[in-house]
Each structure stands twice: as C-alpha cells, then as structure tokens.
C-alpha cells in the first residue's frame, strides 16, 4: 500500500471506523536510518490502534526503527515479508525474505529486544509457482520460535520474476484453505487472513476460523465498507453518514491547509467515498478535477458534494 494508506488516508479511514486497526503504509529502514525520519513516522493521534509496516532486512537497522517507532507512539510494529515487487527485492526485503526464515528470525528477535510493542508479520503463502506448503511451515514455525505470535497472511504465492506487483494481487490464485490449514497447525498463533477479501459477508466467514481479516485496497476503493466493521468486531459505534464522515474531516483539512499541505494529498483518499451511490461518479470527477484543485481550498469538496447531491435529486 505504498503511496495509498499515508496519514491523510488513515485519518480519513478512521472517521468511518473507530476500532478498527489501520495501518502504514511499508516504509524502509533506510527512510528511517538516512531520510525525513520525523516526516515518515508522523501520524495522528486519532488514527490508534495504528501499527507501523516496516520494510526491511538488517537486523541492526530494524532494531534502531523499532525504537523510533514505538516512541513515536505506534500500538504495532509490523515487518513486510509480502511485498513483491523487484525494486523491493532488489533491496534484500518483502516476499523474497520468505525464502530465508532464519534472517527474519533475527530481524524479529532484534526488533523484539529494542522495543515493548508487538512485533507482527505480513507474508505471502509461498514463492514462485510451488503450491507446497513445506516453505510455509518452515517459515512460521521459525519466525514464531523468534517471539512472533501475529502472522497477516495475503493467500496467493508471489511470483518473484515475470509479473508485476499488480498482477501479482491477481494471477496467483488465492487459496484460503491454505491459510485455514496453517492456523490449524499452529493453533497457539494469531493468524489474520488477507488477499481479496471484498465484502462484510466474506469477513464474517473467515472469521469462522481465522483470527482476524486485513483489507488493502477494497479499503481505499471502497471505504464505505469499513462503516460496518466496527459493529461485526462486537464494538459498534453510533451510526453516522458518509455527509457526517466529511463534516468531521473539515476542521482536520484546515487544519492541514494551514500547514501547507494540498487539499489533494489531503483527500485523494476520499474519492471512493460515495462509491456505488447517485452521483458517485460526479463527485469524484469534481474532487480529481485538476484545475478547481489549484485553488487549494475546501470548496472543491463543497463544490463536489453540491454537483453529487444536485444529481442526485
């Protein structure tokens, strides 16, 4: 989700969702160690439960990040061994790191010791074209004896060489049972099930078995679906409108505005708001339209409600 679920976006998320945990998107060890520490690890106080995805391979560096990171105030800390693309790969972290088990053994047990936040991890079923579950095995089993007890699992395999990172979240099949076998045989363990999970329907059935449920981009191309998510946790909340959702986010967005931020960044998150509504369409044209974005102003978000709303009746 690098790109997507920045603070803006969180904080956009939270609105419709008061328990659900959110989180970052992946940000390098090296962001951390040599660029803008302060800026990546800036978040809002409102978006709590929060949990910090982190990417990379060097214990020593991770160790580092984890102290920053829990001092920064974040509930999670969670290491990608997921992610497949090859600039990724190329430095030595994400889905490639399930081929070595024992390294990120190390990484967790050195984040471990640098820090009193839970130390997560988010992985792919297997590698390549080998459906066996032996790596799997292997790979959890390790990272678990290293003090990991939550595994975010997406249930496709990634394909190292020859696809993209998006059709990677399409070509290699999803395979749930997979997933249910391995919580099966580590019952001890928090497995949370990921990967093309669309519906609230969906969610209530892994439940059945699985420990949890993480939503990526369906999160961002339909944020309205998290409006429920509270209430299938068994924490519901009072019942509010996507209208209340944008009242609640006027003062944040001065707020940033005055800071120098863009009313873009601030709502590129929101264009899916009124996804499958009257007059969606039309809001997101209004609010993605390049030239009313100049302005750098909430009238744009006026302007986009007012031409949704107008189409509407």
Known sequence: MIDWTDRHCRRFHRAISQHTWLYTEMITTGALVYGDRNRFLAFNEEEHPVAFQIGGSDPEHLAACAKWIEQAGYDELNLNVGCPSERVQ???????????PDLVADCVKAMRDACSIDVTVKHRI????????TMLYEFVGKVSEAGC?????HARNAVLKGLSPKENRDIPPLRYEVVKRLKQHFPHLQIILNGGITTVDAIKSHLDWADGCMIGREAYSNPWLLAQFDEVIGQPTDTRT???VIDELR???????????????????????FHGQPGGRLYRQVLSDSTLLKANNWQVVEDALAKMLKHAA
């Open 251 to 273: 003062a944040y967005a001065d707020q940033e505005l005055r800071k120098g931020e863009s009313i873009r960044n601030i709502t590129k998150s929101w264009l899916g708001l």
């Open 126 to 133: 297997g590698l390549d074209y080998d459906e066996s579950e």
């Open 149 to 153: 007890n939550t595994f975010i699992v």
């Open 90 to 100: 190329k430095g030595s972290f994400g889905a490639c790191l399930m081929a070595e």
């Open 242 to 244: 996507r209208f209340n």
